[in-house]
T-cell receptor, first 118, second 114 residues
């Protein structure tokens, strides 16, 4: 089945630095990828939708200058948390939609990245 | 905007028993999809089952089945013969037909007791 690889699985960074998280579709072309944020014991909140070759669409309240999303190819989307602060510490998850598949089959999720900003 | 509500934050059940997780949603649309996702301790989101709103027949996937009541906007998940590996967070999710965004409920933490 479809596989989405997300790296790194865990990252600790110092406050003020930037962190890049990668999301790769391994065996399919992902025309659309989604980035979620999940706080402890809470649900997934959609941050943004990225489409290959175009600018990401951010959800209301998400700072686009802080959370930079790049979807430069059909198999790779990246989320860069810029000038990270402790409040950015969270679990970030990506998901991808197979360009050939029907949307009603849901999406394939990456395994997530736990970001800790110290 | 649509909302998805899971009224059971936590549940536990003995191994081999049957458990039902509830989910209600609010929408004025008639064409949409509903999903149940499982998030085990590994945090990997796994699709459990899905239902198209235009289908009256309830979806089933092996030990997992749903009770979809469109008029009541209810979408419960039944897990039969529960297994230890079923221990996880379960999220109900909604998607408009033609819209790619998933809206998740708050989740139910299910623990299967040996």
């Amino acid at each position: 089945g479809a596989v989405v690889s997300q790296h790194p699985s865990r990252v600790i960074c110092k406050s003020g630095t930037s962190v890049k998280i990668e999301c790769r579709s391994l065996d399919f072309q992902a025309t659309t990828m989604f980035w979620y944020r999940q706080f402890p014991k809470q649900s997934l909140m959609l941050m943004a939708t990225s489409n290959e070759g175009s600018k990401a669409t951010y959800e209301q309240g998400v700072e686009k200058d802080k959370f930079l999303i790049n979807h430069a190819s059909l198999t790779l989307s990246t989320l860069t948390v810029t000038s990270a602060h402790p409040e950015d510490s969270s679990f970030y998850i990506c998901s991808a939609k197979d360009g050939q598949g029907a949307v009603d089959y849901g999406y394939t999720f990456g395994s997530g990245t736990r970001l800790t900003v110290v | 905007a649509q909302t998805v509500t899971q009224s059971q934050p936590e549940m536990s059940v003995q191994e081999a028993e049957t458990v039902t997780l509830s989910c209600t949603y609010d929408t004025s649309e008639s064409n949409y999809y509903l999903f149940w996702y499982k998030q085990p301790p590994s945090r990997q989101m796994i699709l459990v089952i899905r239902q198209e709103a235009y289908k009256q027949q309830n979806a089933t996937e092996n030990r997992f089945s749903v009770n979809f009541q469109k008029a009541a906007k209810s979408f419960s998940l039944k897990i039969s013969d529960s297994q230890l590996g079923d221990t996880a967070m379960y999220f109900c999710a909604f998607m408009f037909f033609g819209n790619e965004k998933l809206t998740f409920g708050t989740g139910t933490r299910l623990t299967i007791i040996p």
